[in-house]
């Protein structure tokens, strides 16, 4: 399907656009500001734009008010969809956050539980208990998302919630023609909620992509031929940045190893999960990283690993962020996009995995690991590709049989001979398609 060999562009809506932090309920048209960013998002390699949540919501969009609703503080309707519009025209696919887990206490059908409390015919939408309370004193107890009571959990075993969220979905792809869905906290979501979502887009668009959020554990429980086609990859994200700061690149490379290796248990082999180097949950990797130098190598890994590479609005020239200063230092509002020689480095590596079916779909396999340095190849249909990354300040000369004589460098376009040991440069990135 076209999300396997995709390169996803993630944008919060909400902060890049400069919404206030509070719904005020002032209209504004900030969303068609995005429309400035098409060419660029384009000229980044990337194919998919990742929409997080845009709809009427309390305060940061994970709180929903109404799924029918483009978040007033972002626009109308009208405007998402001539946003959605653009991006299409421009060959660009469309994935919006799915927030189906939890609303926000604004949510119409709450609203409606906490003026009529047990005669409202919304009560079991909910998880409540009225012989409780909750520290907002509605008369009643509720579960929350993670004890979060600003974030209402849904009864997702209730048929009419679930008819509801799906109506929204199909409104979606009948006014903004999404192509696919993020899926907010697929962990906390049951097998059979997913069965039931996977059942209704495969009958709604074809190739309609599910990508669930997930953390820990095993992926295959909510990423399989009846649920999640995608989740996202957080063992390698830690391993990304982690492996750089300590110099130690057998982290990464043993969990790519133990997720995508050869050996018939490895986990997640042939399947496609969503890698990043950071979003708007965690710190930009620009900040979190102890060595500048090491941008260029860490996104060298993103791009030939294998995976679903995506890049986070502003890191891709190097934007910083920590998390210590609150999300909006995470998710703040930019006017323009800006290109450097990050960026201009970035869409290089977009372009060669594009090219190369071994890098959107090849085995993985490490052939040079030490601490400093990792070469592994992807290899599919006859064609072999070495990603080749060295995390050191000096040269390194790597000695192996590479099975021919010479490569090109996908990222350089330059030819490689692998006669005498192949140098490396500091801080270097190299995909060697390999002679055939």
């Given at each position: 399907m076209w999300f396997d060999n995709a390169v996803i562009?993630?944008?919060?809506?909400?902060?890049?656009?400069?919404?206030?932090?509070?719904?005020?309920?002032?209209?504004?048209?900030?969303?068609?500001?995005?429309?400035?960013?098409?060419?660029?998002?384009?000229?980044?390699?990337?194919?998919?734009?990742?929409?997080?949540?845009?709809?009427?919501?309390?305060?940061?969009?994970?709180?929903?008010?109404?799924?029918t609703r483009t978040d007033c503080r972002l626009g109308t309707n009208e405007d998402l969809k001539e946003v959605c519009k653009a991006f299409h025209d421009a060959g660009l696919r469309v994935m919006l956050d799915g927030v189906f887990n939890h609303v926000g206490r604004g949510f119409w059908a709450f609203r409606d539980v906490q003026e009529k409390k047990w005669d409202s015919p919304y009560k079991d939408w909910f998880k409540i208990s009225f012989d409780g309370n909750t520290g907002y004193n509605d008369g009643f107890w509720y579960e929350a998302w993670e004890g979060h009571y600003e974030l209402v959990k849904l009864?997702?075993?209730?048929?009419?919630?679930?008819?509801?969220?799906?109506?929204?979905?199909?409104?979606?792809?009948?006014?903004?023609?999404?192509?696919?869905?993020?899926?907010?906290?697929?962990?906390?979501?049951?097998?059979?909620?997913?069965?039931q979502l996977r059942g209704f887009v495969n009958g709604l668009k074809p190739d309609f992509v599910l990508m669930g959020e997930t953390l820990h554990g095993d992926y295959n429980r909510w990423m399989n031929d009846d649920m999640c086609h995608s989740v996202t990859n957080y063992e390698c994200y830690k391993g990304l940045w982690s492996?750089?700061?300590?110099?130690?690149?057998?982290?990464?490379?043993?969990?790519?190893?133990?997720?995508?290796?050869?050996?018939?248990?490895?986990?997640?082999?042939?399947?496609?999960?969503?890698?990043?180097l950071d979003n708007h949950d965690v710190e930009r990797i620009a900040s979190i990283l102890t060595n500048p130098e090491h941008l260029r190598p860490a996104n060298g890994i993103l791009f030939g690993m294998p995976g679903v590479p995506a890049v986070y609005?502003?890191?891709?020239?190097?934007?910083?962020?920590?998390?210590?200063?609150?999300?909006?230092?995470?998710?703040?509002?930019?006017?323009?996009?800006?290109?450097?020689?990050?960026?201009?480095?970035?869409?290089?590596?977009?372009?060669?995995?594009?090219?190369?079916?071994?890098?959107?779909?090849?085995?993985?396999?490490?052939?040079?690991?030490?601490?400093?340095?990792?070469?592994?190849?992807?290899?599919?249909?006859?064609?072999?590709?070495?990603?080749?990354?060295?995390?050191?300040?000096?040269?390194?000369?790597?000695?192996?049989?590479?099975?021919?004589?010479?490569?090109?460098?996908?990222?350089?376009?330059?030819?490689?001979?692998?006669?005498?040991?192949?140098?490396?440069?500091a801080y270097s990135v190299a995909y060697w398609k390999m002679e055939r």
């Open positions: 562009y993630q944008i919060y809506p909400l902060g890049l656009c400069g919404a206030p932090a509070e719904n005020d309920g002032n209209p504004s048209h900030r969303i068609l500001r995005l429309l400035d960013w098409v060419e660029h998002i384009k000229k980044t390699g990337a194919d998919t734009v990742l929409l997080n949540p845009l709809f009427e919501s309390d305060r940061h969009g994970y709180d929903t008010r109404d799924y009864n997702l075993q209730h048929p009419d919630v679930v008819r509801h969220q799906f109506d929204a979905i199909r409104s979606w792809v009948e006014q903004f023609d999404i192509d696919g869905l993020r899926l907010d906290v697929a962990y906390c979501l049951s097998p059979d909620y997913l069965r492996s750089f700061n300590s110099m130690n690149l057998f982290e990464i490379g043993h969990s790519l190893a133990r997720q995508f290796g050869p050996e018939n248990w490895t986990l997640y082999k042939d399947k496609h999960l969503l890698s990043f609005y502003g890191s891709e020239w190097g934007m910083e962020g920590r998390k210590a200063q609150g999300d909006g230092a995470l998710r703040p509002s930019v006017e323009t996009p800006e290109w450097n020689g990050l960026t201009e480095f970035i869409s290089r590596l977009a372009e060669a995995r594009k090219s190369s079916r071994a890098l959107c779909y090849g085995s993985y396999r490490n052939v040079v690991l030490t601490n400093r340095q990792i070469i592994f190849e992807r290899a599919v249909d006859g064609e072999r590709v070495l990603v080749a990354i060295n995390a050191d300040s000096v040269p390194y000369t790597a000695h192996f049989d590479a099975g021919c004589g010479q490569a090109e460098d996908l990222v350089t376009r330059k030819i490689h001979d692998f006669g005498g040991g192949s140098e490396l440069p």
